[in-house]
């Protein structure tokens, strides 16, 4: 059964760091393009971050674009994501996501991330 794990949330300062990884358990993880999404209470789910399958290069939101940076480990089918510089817009549910094709096929259960100021 293919599943998603995501850890490392927490509370922070504005201004702090975290790091979240998730911790797939899927066959032929190097194919998928993973991804990082989050939602914000009220707020609709938003785009952070993708890592495109074996060949592939990583993309970023805008909002956290030279703030946030993706990476994966296709050996141990782990991907982080390493977020320095928050800010309180950064609060949020954070959500791993993988993809096949098109369409992300997969989610975890999210891990919570608040930066107080």
């Known amino acids: 059964q293919v599943q998603l794990v995501e850890s490392g949330g927490g509370l922070v300062q504005a201004g702090g760091s975290v790091r979240l990884s998730c911790a797939a358990s899927i066959g032929l993880f190097s194919t998928y393009t993973m991804a990082w999404f989050r939602r914000a209470p009220g707020k609709e789910r938003e785009f952070v971050a993708k890592?495109?399958?074996?060949?592939?290069?990583?993309y970023y939101a805008d909002s956290v674009k030279g703030r946030f940076t993706m990476s994966r480990d296709n050996n141990k089918n782990t991907v982080y994501l390493q977020m320095n510089s928050l800010k309180p817009e950064d609060t949020a549910v954070y959500y791993c996501?993988?993809?096949?094709?098109?369409?992300?096929?997969?989610w975890g259960q999210g891990t919570q991330v608040t930066v107080s100021s």
């Open positions: 890592s495109m399958r074996s060949g592939g290069n990583t």
């Open positions: 996501a993988a993809a096949r094709r098109l369409a992300y096929d997969y």
